[in-house]
Nanobody
Framework: VQLEESGGGSVQAGGSLRLSCAAS????????MSWVRQAPGKGPEWVSA????????YYLDSVKGRFTISRDNAKNTLFLQMNNLKPEDTAVYYC????????????WGQGIQVTVSS
């Protein structure tokens, strides 16, 4: 299983970023996928999830209306569109295999930094 995140960076509050996760080594279209984040000094947080077909979605309350998860099964890629970013969104973001990938750190990618300044 290989998951490689891209698209992170530094933005000012109110800005947007789009994270991508390229998956390989497993049948991507058969698995739910999720995004997990971890801020410095805090535990991992389940941010969003999408089922294999893309019809089932989960969002952390604090990101509802700002973040959108999606997937392209033909390209084995997971996305997280993040709008109206806030400083409290600053964290390392991980792509994870499974609906609650937060519970299985071994399923995470290497992570990518998102920094939001006020």
């Amino acid at each position: 299983v290989q998951l490689e995140e891209s698209g992170g960076g530094s933005v000012q509050a109110g800005g947007s970023l789009r994270l991508s996760c390229a998956a390989s080594g497993f049948r991507f279209r058969s698995y739910s996928m999720s995004w997990v984040r971890q801020a410095p000094g805090k535990g991992p947080e389940w941010v969003s999830a999408i089922n294999s077909g893309g019809s089932g979605l989960y969002y952390l309350d604090s990101v509802k209306g700002r973040f959108t998860i999606s997937r392209d099964n033909a390209k084995n890629t997971l996305f997280l569109q993040m709008n109206n970013l806030k400083p409290e969104d600053t964290a390392v973001y991980y792509c994870a295999r499974g609906w609650q990938g937060v519970n299985d750190p071994e399923s995470w990618g290497q992570g990518i930094q998102v920094t939001v300044s006020s």
